[in-house]
C-alpha cells in the first residue's frame, strides 16, 4: 500500500468531504440580497463543481450587472461574512464529515512522500471557514482555491505545484490524486494529468462520476477498497 512516487492528495469540500446542509447557498444568495437586492441570483443554475469566483460571475450576467473583479470580490466577501454566521445555525445532523474522510485524511498524513491538501472552488477563507465548524481544516497543509485561479483545471494545477513544493520534488515527478464528486473535478484531474477518485456523496452517481472518466468511484470512502487506492494500491 505505500505509494511508489511522492503524492500530492488534493480533497474537494462540498460534497467530498462535507455536508453543510446548504449553508454555502443560502450565504451565497444573502450576499447578492444585501449588494444587488437579488436573492434568486443562483437559483437557474447547479452550483456543483464551480469555483465560487465563477458562480458570482454567472449570477452577474443573470442579473445584469457588471462583472468586474472590484465588484466579485466585493460579493465574496459578503458571502464569506453571512457564512461565517450560516455555519453555526446548521445542526450536527446536517453539517458532517462523510463517511470514512476523516480516517482517510489521517492515515495519509501519516505516511511518509504524502502531501495532503485542498482542491477546491471555495475561496481559501469560504474553506477555513467550512472546515473549521467540523474541526477538519488544520489537517491540510496547503491546497488549490477559487481564489487562485477561476478555471478548476488551473486552480488545481497549482494545489498540485504547492503539494510537490512541500514534498521538495518536481510535481512533474508526483502522483497527483484529486479526490471529488462532480464530473468539474474529474475533467480537473485530467486537464493536469491527475488521477481522480469520484465519491457519489454529492449530487452525482458513481456511474456518472466513472462515465465523465474518474479513475475509480465509490459511493463513500468506507469502501473498504478506498483507502487501498487513496494510497497507491490497487
Given at each position: 500500500?505505500?505509494?511508489?512516487?511522492?503524492?500530492v492528495l488534493l480533497f474537494d469540500i462540498d460534497g467530498t468531504l462535507v455536508t453543510t446542509g446548504g449553508a454555502g447557498r443560502r450565504s451565497m444568495e444573502a450576499a447578492f440580497e444585501k449588494l444587488h437586492g437579488r436573492r434568486d441570483a443562483c437559483d437557474s443554475f447547479p452550483m456543483s463543481g464551480m469555483t465560487d469566483r465563477a458562480i458570482v460571475r454567472k449570477a452577474m450576467h443573470i442579473i445584469g450587472v457588471e462583472d468586474s473583479a472590484a465588484a466579485i470580490d466585493a460579493v465574496i466577501d459578503a458571502y464569506v461574512a453571512h457564512l461565517a454566521e450560516e455555519v453555526h445555525k446548521v445542526d450536527d445532523q446536517r453539517y458532517l464529515v462523510f463517511p470514512g474522510m476523516r480516517e482517510a485524511v489521517k492515515e495519509a498524513r501519516s505516511r511518509s512522500g504524502f502531501a495532503v491538501g485542498l482542491g477546491t472552488g471555495n475561496v481559501r477563507e469560504g474553506a477555513r471557514v467550512k472546515l473549521e465548524r467540523v474541526s477538519i481544516y488544520d489537517q491540510f497543509d496547503f491546497g488549490?482555491?477559487?481564489?487562485?485561479?477561476?478555471?478548476?483545471?488551473?486552480?488545481?494545477?497549482?494545489?498540485a505545484k504547492a503539494g510537490a513544493a512541500r514534498l521538495g520534488v518536481p510535481v512533474e515527478e508526483c502522483r497527483v490524486v484529486v479526490i471529488g464528486d462532480t464530473p468539474k473535478d474529474v475533467h480537473a484531474a485530467q486537464g493536469v494529468g491527475a488521477e481522480c477518485i469520484g465519491v457519489g456523496t454529492g449530487t452525482f452517481s458513481v456511474q456518472a462520476l466513472l462515465d465523465?472518466?474518474?479513475?475509480?468511484?465509490?459511493?463513500?470512502?468506507?469502501?473498504?477498497?478506498?483507502?487501498?487506492?487513496?494510497?497507491?494500491?490497487?
Amino acid at each position: 500500500m505505500g505509494a511508489m512516487r511522492p503524492t500530492v492528495l488534493l480533497f474537494d469540500i462540498d460534497g467530498t468531504l462535507v455536508t453543510t446542509g446548504g449553508a454555502g447557498r443560502r450565504s451565497m444568495e444573502a450576499a447578492f440580497e444585501k449588494l444587488h437586492g437579488r436573492r434568486d441570483a443562483c437559483d437557474s443554475f447547479p452550483m456543483s463543481g464551480m469555483t465560487d469566483r465563477a458562480i458570482v460571475r454567472k449570477a452577474m450576467h443573470i442579473i445584469g450587472v457588471e462583472d468586474s473583479a472590484a465588484a466579485i470580490d466585493a460579493v465574496i466577501d459578503a458571502y464569506v461574512a453571512h457564512l461565517a454566521e450560516e455555519v453555526h445555525k446548521v445542526d450536527d445532523q446536517r453539517y458532517l464529515v462523510f463517511p470514512g474522510m476523516r480516517e482517510a485524511v489521517k492515515e495519509a498524513r501519516s505516511r511518509s512522500g504524502f502531501a495532503v491538501g485542498l482542491g477546491t472552488g471555495n475561496v481559501r477563507e469560504g474553506a477555513r471557514v467550512k472546515l473549521e465548524r467540523v474541526s477538519i481544516y488544520d489537517q491540510f497543509d496547503f491546497g488549490g482555491f477559487g481564489c487562485d485561479n477561476e478555471d478548476r483545471t488551473e486552480l488545481i494545477r497549482c494545489g498540485a505545484k504547492a503539494g510537490a513544493a512541500r514534498l521538495g520534488v518536481p510535481v512533474e515527478e508526483c502522483r497527483v490524486v484529486v479526490i471529488g464528486d462532480t464530473p468539474k473535478d474529474v475533467h480537473a484531474a485530467q486537464g493536469v494529468g491527475a488521477e481522480c477518485i469520484g465519491v457519489g456523496t454529492g449530487t452525482f452517481s458513481v456511474q456518472a462520476l466513472l462515465d465523465a472518466g474518474a479513475t475509480v468511484a465509490f459511493p463513500d470512502f468506507s469502501h473498504p477498497q478506498a483507502l487501498e487506492i487513496l494510497l497507491g494500491g490497487r
